[in-house]
Nanobody, 119 residues
C-alpha cells in the first residue's frame, strides 16, 4: 500500500520559515519524481517545486524559487520543502506528489499539511 505522509506544517509569522517533510512508503522511492503542490482556499492546486529521481535537478514556480528549496533523501524515502521568507499569500494546504518516471498510472498524493502565515 502506497502512502505519502506530509508533516511540518503549522502557523508561522510573516518572514518566518518552515520545513515540510513527506515520507513515502510502499514505493521504490528512487523511481519517482517528487513534487510539492499547494492549494489555497478558493483557488486551484498549483505546482510549487519538482525534484528529479536522483535529486540532481529541481524546478520551482517563479514566485517561490528564491525562497523555497526542495530536496530529497532517497535513503530515507523522504522529500523536503524548506520554505523561507514566508508571506501571508503562502498560506495553503501543501501536498506531496509522487510520479513514477515510466508508468503514468503510478501517481500518488499525500493528505496535505496546512501552512498558515499570519501575524
Amino acid at each position: 500500500q502506497v502512502q505519502l505522509v506530509e508533516s511540518g506544517g503549522g502557523l508561522v509569522q510573516p518572514g518566518g520559515s518552515l520545513r515540510l517533510s513527506c515520507a513515502a512508503s510502499g514505493v521504490t522511492f528512487s523511481s519517482y519524481t517528487m513534487s510539492w503542490y499547494r492549494q489555497a482556499p478558493g483557488k486551484e492546486r498549483e505546482l510549487v517545486a519538482v525534484i528529479t529521481r536522483t535529486g540532481r535537478s529541481t524546478s520551482y514556480a517563479d514566485s517561490m524559487k528564491d525562497r523555497f528549496t526542495i530536496s530529497r533523501d532517497n535513503a530515507k524515502n523522504t522529500v523536503y520543502l524548506q520554505m523561507n521568507s514566508l508571506k501571508p499569500e503562502d498560506t495553503a494546504v501543501y501536498y506531496c506528489n509522487a510520479h513514477h518516471y515510466l508508468d503514468v498510472g503510478r501517481d500518488y498524493w499525500g493528505q496535505g499539511t496546512q501552512v498558515t502565515v499570519s501575524s
